[in-house]
């Protein structure tokens, strides 16, 4: 039979156990655009993986930083967004903080190239669509959140 020292032995390793996990996650940095990057890869060569094989590509992305390089479509001054250009009809949505966006704002012009990297937080329009017998074309857009300039 279990003596009294056992037990309290056991249910003092179990909390010494959760004390470490439970301080690990609230001093565990958040992921940032700054944070290293998962994969480097061209807007087109994303929005090609996404639209052959959304699901698979969906899941090995989520929440990874991601390093674009392609073409600024459009500085969105009002919500610190630039956007871009992925091909026809595609485009990747950068979104910023204010002061990652005033540097991406004052050397940056569209249609300049840019290196940007963020968290890849989802794909609208990348589902696979089905035929129910109306063509028209859906514009594809990638989110990515807390992004920054890849240097």
Request: aromatic share 12%; hydrophobic share 40%; proline share 2%.
């Amino acid at each position: 039979m279990f003596s009294w020292k056992k037990i309290l032995l056991y249910v003092f390793i179990v909390i010494f156990l959760i004390a470490i996990v439970v301080f690990y996650l609230a001093t565990k940095k958040p992921q940032t655009g700054d944070s290293p990057s998962f994969k480097e890869m061209n807007a087109d060569s994303l929005i090609i993986e996404l639209t052959t094989n959304y699901k698979q590509t969906d899941s090995i992305y989520s929440n990874k930083n991601l390093a674009i390089k392609g073409k600024i479509k459009e500085i969105n001054t009002d919500g610190f967004h630039v956007f871009i250009n992925a091909g026809e009809n595609a485009t990747i949505d950068c979104s910023f903080d204010s002061l990652t966006f005033q540097e991406v704002k004052n050397n940056f012009q569209i249609w300049n190239s840019a290196n940007i990297k963020g968290i890849y937080s989802g794909c609208i329009g990348c589902e696979p669509k089905t035929d129910d017998g109306m063509d028209m074309l859906n514009e594809i857009i990638v989110q990515f959140k807390t992004c920054a300039l890849n240097k």
